[in-house]
């Protein structure tokens, strides 16, 4: 009995050993090959993925910096004796969109979908976006993402830039000097729209006149001080806004924005859709077409943190 017990188990090994100890070469040569195809796949995918981390972990940092810049002190509030010596269709725009009372605001955020054009002869693509701002001073940040990249629009401290990464992880271009600081100091004026009280007078704001439906607001940072013609409707909203911006590093074009769709917001009248064109040979050649999902006041942490700065 014990002798036949040790051929089976003799056997059974043999069994197991029989196709590692004949194994041809062109079997070690598929593993080989696959091997190789799966640590060539394995490699990039692990540095997108590592990539991507180390973005949205700095994206984050940067936004908790961003917002921890916001004022600590008093809050002044709106009263519309505040209006007396600005323009008609300044004073008819914020009893349209301000409630006597209300705070002034400290941060604002707000996340869009939309389509975007990464040239005037491209097609249009589809875009995500979430946006943070400074509304006592002018500094914001913006981050965009489509299917193939995402980019990312900011001005800080006086400086602007934009970076572009593909696939959210690897840097593809990234601007800054003085044209991205004029560039990124008028957008954060343009898109005061969605926190009007820091176009209230008192501040860094001043409004001239230009007729019964326009005016121009002036803001002037670091030194560096850029203007924006807005035009109002009949009812007091801001509908278009105009200015010479930096089409690149050199050269100046025309620059225009739309707003539309306004509703009342946490007791605010802002717009929900926005649409930004440069204008080519006295044409409106839109770019970049946004419809605002979300927006909150004076929650300073970035969309996804459950904790405050």
Known sequence: ?????????????????????????????????????????????????VGRWLVTWQTRRDVA????????????????????????????????????????????RLRHDGQFKTD?????????????????TPNYMWIGTTTWFSAC???WAGRGSLTVRLLGAFTMQRGSGPSYDQGELL????????????????????????????ATVTITDNGLTVSCRMDFSGTGEIVRCQAQRYSDETHMATWVCHYSDYREIHRLRVPTRAEAA????????????????EIDYDQPCAY?????V
């Open 1 to 49: 009995m014990d002798t036949v017990v040790v051929l089976l188990t003799f056997e059974v090994r043999s069994t197991i050993l029989l196709p590692v100890l004949y194994m041809t070469d062109e079997n070690l040569m598929k593993i080989k090959t696959n091997l190789l195809i799966l640590s060539g796949v394995a490699v990039p995918v692990a540095a997108l993925l």
């Open 65 to 108: 910096n961003l917002l921890g810049r916001a004022s600590i002190g008093p809050v002044n509030t709106y009263n519309p004796t505040q209006l007396t010596s600005l323009p008609p269709p300044v004073r008819r725009y914020f009893r349209h969109v301000l409630k006597s009372g209300q705070s002034y605001l400290r941060t604002a």
């Open 120 to 136: 005037l002869k491209k097609d249009w693509i589809s875009i995500t976006g979430d946006e943070y701002f400074l509304a006592d």
């Open 153 to 155: 629009d900011q001005y």
């Open 187 to 214: 957008r954060w004026l343009a898109e005061t729209v969605w926190f009007p009280t820091s176009l209230l007078p008192g501040g860094p704001i001043v409004w001239s006149p230009i007729d019964d439906y326009s």
């Open 278 to 293: 440069w204008v080519i040979d006295g044409e409106e050649k839109p770019y970049a077409r946004f419809t605002v999902r």
């Open 304 to 308: 996804g943190e459950l904790t405050s």
